[in-house]
């Protein structure tokens, strides 16, 4: 079992920073792959981006290169979102999830394929 808690949202302006945290309790964390994906209102949940439990490998959603960067610290059983030149359509849910098994490749933007999830958090972006 894997507990997930977001935290790191707020408001921000467009063109300004945040950065996601995702706190992961349970025995075998390190052993999963993590995502990050979000829900604007009204649309559905998409993915961002994973990271394999090494993080010898990430995988982002193509819109998000360059602007997003994923990250792990297994010692401290976190995972990270840093978001850069932040713009009004990011803003959304942010949710983090866990998953067994699975690579950092395009089977890890699919969100059937994770066994856990966080609750999100909001990230609202001002024009």
């Known amino acids: 079992q894997v507990q997930l808690v977001e935290s790191g949202g707020g408001l921000v302006q467009t063109g300004g920073s945040l950065r996601l945290a995702c706190a992961a309790s349970?025995?075998?964390?390190?052993?999963?792959?993590m995502g990050w994906f979000r829900q604007a209102p009204g649309k559905e949940r998409e993915f961002v981006a994973a990271?394999?439990?090494?993080?010898?490998?990430?995988y982002y959603a193509d819109s998000k290169k360059g602007r997003f960067t994923i990250s792990r610290d297994n010692a401290k059983n976190t995972v990270y979102l840093q978001m850069n030149s932040l713009k009004p359509e990011d803003t959304a849910v942010y949710y983090c999830?866990?998953?067994?098994?699975?690579?950092?490749?395009?089977?890890?933007?699919?969100?059937?394929?994770?066994?856990?999830w966080g609750q999100g958090t909001q990230v609202t972006v001002s024009s």
């Open positions: 349970g025995r075998s964390y390190s052993t999963y792959t």
């Open positions: 999830a866990a998953a067994r098994a699975l690579g950092a490749s395009y089977s890890s933007s699919i969100a059937n394929n994770y066994n856990y």
């Open positions: 990271i394999s439990w090494s993080s010898a490998y990430t």
